[in-house]
């Protein structure tokens, strides 16, 4: 009796393959046509700088990566990276010093973390409302114990962090690219991130299982709150002072980094490297390229409109296509 080998060939899916790595092929071109445009572009301070910008938002974007890979949403980011230097200012004002500003900086991302976890995982509150409503909760109280936001100068501690080099490169950039690969591995290599990706695909599923989801979804809350604060402590120190625009807008941009690197609004999709690093560099890449041309700056929100759009976009379809 002679074996039979069934040999299936799968047909190419040139749409299916654009939506799924057409992303990277547009960070390479969109690399590749900075390059040309501006002889400045690839230069190692270039790359630095946009780099340290990108700081901002590599931690607390992968942070975000997390909470919208269960599903949920954290729209409280910016607000809240905004009202933990505002505590801290305030503490500052009553005398304390940088190592106490640092912990309450982190102490209060945390804590706020937490509430959102509760407000979510045990007040059954829908994700985006909940945590919408405590954005602007914080920025009212970051306003109120401010005088408005107005701006005041840091220690000289904060300052120095910032100019911390190793190297030749800044401290704060070695971190954050540290704090990506660990969340990566976190992600990719442990329980709590097969978790992560169970409870996003199938919150009943998971919970017939016995996965421990209230854990889970408290975890990256709490993380995605830290993940917050670390921002307000990076932002306080490039500047040297605290001012009310620290995070704005920065929940518009989290969520579009994370579905621009492949992460799905749906939950149960996406990895921090290399997809949402890429998706923060190639905004800030937008951007810097727009500074080397001299363009407007009035044209910047337009083209990170474009970029949002288009995310949202890719992601829908991404979506349909896995439902079909």
């Not at 040309?36 to 301070?45: A, E, M, Q, V, Y």
């Not at 989801?213 to 932002?235: D, P, W």
């Not at 080397?292 to 288009?310: D, E, Q, R």
Request: glycine share 10%; aromatic share 12%.
């Amino acid at each position: 009796m002679n074996d039979t080998t069934i040999t299936v060939r799968r047909k190419f899916d040139l749409t299916n393959f654009f939506l799924s790595y057409g992303f990277y092929i547009l960070f390479a071109v969109m690399f590749v046509v900075c390059g040309i445009i501006s002889p400045f572009f690839l230069t190692k301070d270039n790359l630095m700088q946009i780099m340290w910008g990108a700081t901002t938002l590599l931690v607390v974007a992968a942070g975000g990566t997390f909470v919208i890979i269960t599903g949920n949403m954290d729209m409280s980011v910016g607000s809240l990276a905004l009202c933990s230097s505002a505590i801290a200012v305030y503490a500052m004002n009553h005398g304390a010093e940088f190592s106490h500003m640092v912990i309450i900086i982190f102490a209060v991302g945390a804590a706020v973390g937490a509430v959102n976890g509760i407000l979510v995982t045990y007040c059954k509150l829908n994700s985006m409302l909940a945590t919408l409503g405590m954005m602007t909760l914080l920025r009212g109280i970051a306003l109120n114990i401010t005088n408005g936001g107005a701006q005041t100068t840091l220690p000289d501690e904060f300052r120095m962090a910032a100019d911390f080099k190793i190297g030749g490169i800044a401290v704060l950039i070695i971190v954050s690219l540290l704090i990506l690969i660990l969340f990566q591995c976190i992600l990719r290599k442990t329980r709590f991130g097969a978790y992560c990706y169970a409870i996003g695909c199938s919150e009943e599923s998971a919970k017939r299982i016995g996965l421990p989801i209230r854990k889970v979804k408290m975890a990256v809350y709490i993380l995605s709150g830290i993940c917050a604060a670390f921002v307000g402590f990076v932002t306080c120190c490039k500047v040297g002072t605290y001012s009310g625009t620290i995070g704005n807008e920065m929940e518009f941009d989290v969520v579009t980094v994370c579905v621009m690197g492949g992460t799905s609004l749906l939950g149960g999709r996406g990895n921090i490297f290399p997809g949402t690093f890429i998706g923060v560099v190639l905004l800030y890449l937008i951007n810097n390229i727009l500074a080397l041309t001299g363009a407007s700056p009035y044209i910047y929100p337009f083209a990170k409109g474009l970029v949002i759009f288009a995310a949202m976009y890719v992601d829908a379809l991404k979506n349909y296509r896995r439902r079909t």
